[in-house]
């Protein structure tokens, strides 16, 4: 299609964490969804975690996320996830764009 931009998605991984509350000790839980991928496009990351709020309230399979992935139809993406709370970690450049 003209004007299609496509991304590589190489990992997806969503975990639990517990996350201590300083001198209470018992905390709260945190979900962490970390992705890796050849790039991203305007809000294909939130995307994915607005689908995963969806799985996680029993609108959608589990296995909704994959599907999407492997269809790779943009419109079976759910809702936008707000931005509080997403970040980026980390960002790796090839070895021959140091220069």
């Given at each position: 299609?003209?004007?299609?931009?496509?991304?590589?998605?190489?990992?997806?991984?969503?975990?639990?964490?517990?996350?201590?509350?300083?001198?209470?000790?018992?905390?709260?839980?945190?979900?962490?969804?970390?992705?890796?991928?050849?790039?991203?496009?305007?809000?294909?990351?939130?995307?994915?975690?607005?689908?995963?709020?969806?799985?996680?309230?029993?609108?959608?399979?589990?296995?909704?996320?994959?599907?999407?992935?492997?269809?790779q139809d943009r419109s079976e993406v759910g809702m936008t996830a707000p931005s509080q709370g997403l970040w980026l970690e980390r960002v790796w450049y090839s070895?021959?764009?140091?220069?």
């Amino acid at each position: 299609k003209p004007g299609l931009t496509v991304r590589e998605v190489f990992e997806a991984e969503v975990t639990r964490e517990g996350v201590p509350f300083p001198g209470v000790g018992a905390g709260f839980e945190v979900v962490r969804f970390r992705v890796v991928g050849s790039g991203f496009l305007k809000q294909m990351v939130r995307g994915f975690a607005g689908t995963l709020l969806e799985i996680g309230a029993g609108k959608r399979p589990e296995s909704a996320l994959k599907d999407i992935l492997r269809s790779q139809d943009r419109s079976e993406v759910g809702m936008t996830a707000p931005s509080q709370g997403l970040w980026l970690e980390r960002v790796w450049y090839s070895p021959d764009l140091s220069s």
